[in-house]
């Protein structure tokens, strides 16, 4: 669909987030760089992989297999998912194993969600 083809919806019928008022400077860079870690398709797959262990920790030997890349490119984006708060790590040996912060995962999905007054509406 190209962006001629998007349709218009109405500021009315807009969905508002659950944030009760704006951004602070220091929260909204915060969240940017979760988002932008994010912005990633290996991170987001990486996070996916690892949150759907459902609060288990993960080694990066088992999600290597998972891509056509080599075990430091992996390394990298887990550093950076990492560094963004979204992944702790424990090195074991030669391993790491990640989990997956879930507070931070609330955090940004409270962002991203509907208002409760919206999802009425709908």
Do not use: N
Not at 50 to 68: D, M, S
Not at 89 to 99: D, L
Not at 107 to 122: E, Q
Request: charged share 20%.
């Amino acid at each position: 669909m190209s962006k001629q083809e998007l349709p218009l919806i109405a500021s009315a019928d807009c969905c508002t987030t659950t944030l009760s008022s704006p951004l602070d400077p220091e929260t909204a860079v915060d969240l940017a760089s979760a988002f932008k870690a994010l912005g990633d398709p290996i991170r987001l797959r990486l996070l996916s992989l690892i949150a759907a262990a459902g609060g288990e920790e993960v080694c990066v030997c088992e999600l290597t297999p998972a891509f056509e890349l080599t075990q430091p490119t992996i390394s990298h984006h887990l550093k950076v998912l990492r560094e963004a708060g979204l992944l702790t790590s424990q090195r074991r040996g030669t391993w790491v194993y990640y989990r997956v912060v879930p507070q931070a995962l609330q955090r940004l999905s409270d962002i991203l969600a509907p208002a409760a007054s919206t999802l009425s509406r709908a």
